[in-house]
């Protein structure tokens, strides 16, 4: 019994880390939550006497009377049961925009619960949005439009182009290349083949001629 009362009816606690606006906002949605309950009652003794004075009398008007007592009554339950499930469920869970959000069809279905249920859920509604207000970074600007592109879905991903490279430019008319600094290895030309090695190798690299001299 006590696990059926909490899935409809939520707790009166106001947990304790919520800040000072969403606290009162909630306590608002939980009178709201209330007050569909009561209205729910009060529409089904409505559609009770009006269905028994039509058992009594008669009269097409008063069977009218009870059948929209009874659809009331089932629209007032549903609302305080899912107004506990989107906005005080969500509330509690930290989730405020979410809240926010819902609050807005359950002002328009309290209309059914004699406005009593809009009046305190508009006041949640502001209570909300001020505390949704406040968490706001400072100076905090939304995207402009058009500066964030979507990628559609199931393209692949295309990286930025990439700008091209500058040229490189020749050394000057000239100059000497960096290698031509260093030490100058002196060299000897093979009488057979006509190819230049160093002094310091005894054969020719190309065609193994012993070096002359």
């Not at 800040?19 to 949605?29: I, K, M």
């Not at 600007?141 to 879905?153: I, N």
């Amino acid at each position: 019994m006590s696990n059926a009362m909490n899935t409809i009816l939520a707790s009166g606690n106001t947990p304790p880390w919520l800040p000072r606006d969403v606290a009162e906002g909630r306590r608002y949605a939980w009178w709201a939550q209330i007050m569909f309950l009561l209205a729910g009652l009060i529409w089904f003794i409505i559609a009770i006497v009006d269905i028994t004075l039509y058992a009594i009398d008669g009269g097409p008007g008063k069977l009218a009377a009870g059948i929209f007592g009874f659809f009331a009554l089932v629209i007032c339950f549903i609302a305080s049961v899912f107004l506990k499930k989107t906005v005080l469920d969500a509330i509690d869970q930290g989730r405020f925009h979410d809240a926010k959000n819902d609050t807005l069809v359950w002002i328009l279905i309290g209309l059914f619960g004699f406005a009593l249920p809009s009046i305190l859920l508009i006041l949640t509604y502001v209570k909300l949005g001020d505390a949704l207000a406040a968490q706001a970074p400072t100076g905090y600007q939304p995207y402009a439009p058009g500066t964030v592109q979507a990628q559609a879905p199931g393209q692949p991903y295309v990286p930025p182009p990439v700008p091209p490279a500058a040229p490189a430019q020749a050394p000057p008319k000239g100059a000497q290349h960096p290698a031509a600094h260093g030490p100058h290895t002196p060299m000897v030309r093979c009488k057979n083949c006509n190819v230049q090695f160093p002094t310091f190798m005894h054969t020719c690299p190309n065609c193994g001629k012993p070096k002359d001299g």
